[in-house]
Nanobody, 121 residues
């Protein structure tokens, strides 16, 4: 069994900062990419940022220069530092990880339960 547990969401004023964390636990051999997605009401889920096992990153254009993704491989944890938050960043943020449970298995997607981020104007 594998679990992803997120924390760090909340309510913040525009211009403020939040830091999201997501810890993976359970039967894990290795983790490939880890990322953050978000879904606003009435919209499709979208990729916010991803970090690969080697450390390379990609960001949505809308968050470049404001958000920073990082990971601690020893703790199987991924972080999202969000600065200069805008009301349009309001959404449920979901953690994703591509996890191999054994040396010989493929990498499968696992998701966290989601954490609400609300940015007031």
């Amino acid at each position: 069994q594998v679990q992803l547990v997120e924390s760090g969401g909340g309510l913040v004023q525009a211009g403020g900062s939040l830091r999201l964390s997501c810890a993976a636990s359970g039967s894990i051999f290795s983790i490939d990419a880890m990322g953050w997605y978000r879904q606003a009401p009435g919209k499709q889920r979208e990729l916010v940022a991803v970090i690969r096992s080697g450390g390379s990153t990609n960001y949505a254009d809308s968050v470049k220069g404001r958000f920073t993704i990082s990971r601690d491989n020893a703790k199987n944890t991924v972080y999202l530092q969000m600065n200069s938050l805008k009301p349009e960043d309001t959404a449920v943020y979901y953690c994703n990880a591509q996890i191999r449970r054994t040396k010989w298995s493929g990498a499968y997607d696992y998701w966290g339960q989601g954490t609400q981020v609300t940015v007031s104007s």
